[in-house]
């Protein structure tokens, strides 16, 4: 290693461990302080989180060896950083190489487990996250006397800090300094840094199992651990040398104020749901065709159009606030809300019908469009498939692409969901569309459909 090198390796070593000073001086220093009211309470609360969270930034640049030349002192720092967020150095640095060496392999990754089967389970995973490790080791059998040892040493020097913190400044002080801060901690590290930049869980090619954060904003707000494909392709790179890959930040972003992924997804899977894409638009169709009345088929398609418009009424403030918590709790809203509003109205024109009553205009309207909307709603499931089935999806100047796609498909949804109202229509009052033949250009004879709305 030239003298460039080497020196520049040391400015890495010294820059890094300072931040893991001001760190424990900052997470656990500000407990002598007691603030006299509710702001400043959030307000401390907040510090010591984000000062908590770049100590497990730290911790993480240890487990690679960017805390200093020597195994030794990789430990010694890296058990330091950790100590305010009540982490073993030992469990985490055993558990992150397999990580590495077996990224989202459900049975060989320890970090899976952030993968949740239902949403609500994300925040509780969080927290238990770094505590199950231990667990995930001893069922493989990857537990060690040495290993052992080091975690006692581990828990033993961070039961000593607290036990002295809770003598120095109470109890008190230190449950309710500390406690929110371990919640928001594990939300802030695991959610956007764990299960977001590895959504999906792809096993195929390495640049498709995770995915980096578009910006610097992002960059510098996690010290590098937005750049986690990069990372997990090139672990030998401090997070002061990742700088030099950041993506600007795209477009709607706010200047990365949003925070983007840069996702890559496997040409095979992309192959793979394209295959999809005409069953899926085919769906509103059968539909209309099913041996089912045309009083059903009109309220069965009433329910998901405006469940699918419900979504689409969602979608900006959804997007807004681009995390799975506030996104699902805002789909989810739109989504419930518009399938109970399609619900009444199909079910309210179903009973009309079955008693021989007629609808009023106002009453169709509303039925027509939510047959329209839920041929729009496969058609943007369809477009969705087709997008993020594509080999790369990264490149920012795909984006406009992206949108004329998707705008196809919701266009010849809603094209499909009129044909499909128009089948309806022929059954239910088959007065109001009348085939008949038509001379067209050039004196040929066509067949035309009149319509009466």
């Known amino acids: 290693m030239n003298a460039e090198k080497r020196s520049r390796r040391d400015r890495t070593y010294l820059l890094s461990r300072g931040i893991i000073c001001l760190v424990l001086a900052g997470s656990l220093g500000t407990l002598w302080w007691t603030p006299p009211n509710v702001f400043l309470y959030a307000l401390d609360i907040l510090l010591r989180s984000y000062l908590v969270f770049l100590g497990t930034v730290m911790a993480h640049e240890g487990v690679h060896g960017h805390l200093g030349s020597s195994r030794r002192a990789n430990f010694a720092w890296g058990r330091m950083a950790l100590i305010p967020a009540l982490v073993p150095f030992t469990n985490f640095r055993r558990t992150h190489h397999l990580h590495h060496a077996h990224t989202n392999e459900p049975d060989r990754d320890p970090d899976y487990f952030m993968k949740p089967r239902h949403a609500f389970e994300v925040p509780f995973r969080a927290l238990a996250m770094p505590h199950q490790w231990y667990f995930w080791l001893a069922r493989r059998n990857l537990l060690t006397r040495d290993h052992g040892r080091e975690l006692l040493f581990n828990y033993a020097l961070i039961a000593a800090v607290f036990a002295a913190l809770a003598v120095l400044v109470g109890p008190a002080r230190v449950a309710w300094g500390m406690g929110p801060v371990l919640v928001l901690v594990s939300v802030l590290l695991w959610v956007p840094f764990a299960l977001k930049t590895h959504e999906g869980h792809s096993v195929g090619a390495s640049e498709t199992r995770s995915h980096n954060y578009y910006g610097h904003l992002m960059y510098w707000f996690s010290l590098g651990l937005s750049m986690h494909r990069v990372h997990h392709e090139k672990p030998q790179l401090s997070w002061v040398e990742l700088k030099s890959f950041v993506q600007p930040a795209p477009q709607g972003s706010l200047g990365g104020l949003i925070p983007r992924r840069d996702i890559k997804v496997s040409a095979t899977r992309g192959a793979a749901v394209r295959l999809c894409t005409g069953a899926i638009l085919m769906t509103v169709l059968a539909a209309a065709l099913a041996p089912t009345s045309a009083q059903a088929q009109w309220r069965s398609l009433s329910t998901p159009g405006y469940a699918a418009g419900g979504m689409a009424v969602a979608a900006g403030p959804a997007f807004a606030a681009n995390s799975i918590g506030s996104g699902v709790t805002i789909f989810g809203v739109g989504l419930v809300g518009g399938a109970i509003a399609g619900w009444m109205i199909g079910d309210a024109a179903h009973d009309r019908l079955e008693r021989g009553e007629t609808l009023s205009n106002p009453h169709k309207y509303a039925l027509r469009a939510g047959t329209v909307m839920a041929g729009a709603g496969a058609g943007a499931i369809a477009a969705?498939?087709?997008?993020?089935?594509?080999?790369?999806?990264?490149?920012?100047?795909?984006?406009?692409?992206?949108?004329?796609?998707?705008?196809?498909?919701?266009?010849?949804?809603?094209?499909?969901?009129?044909?499909?109202?128009?089948?309806?229509?022929?059954?239910?009052?088959?007065?109001?569309?009348?085939?008949?033949?038509?001379i067209g250009p050039g004196g040929r004879t066509q067949l035309a459909v009149g319509l009466q709305f």
């Not at 080999?391 to 196809?408: K, L, M, Q, W, Y």
Request: aromatic content about 8%; hydrophobic content about 45%.
């Open 384 to 438: 969705f498939f087709v997008i993020n089935g594509d080999e790369e999806i990264s490149d920012i100047s795909d984006e406009p692409n992206d949108g004329v796609t998707f705008a196809s498909f919701v266009a010849g949804g809603a094209a499909l969901g009129v044909l499909t109202q128009v089948l309806i229509d022929s059954r239910l009052e088959p007065e109001s569309v009348e085939p008949r033949l038509a």
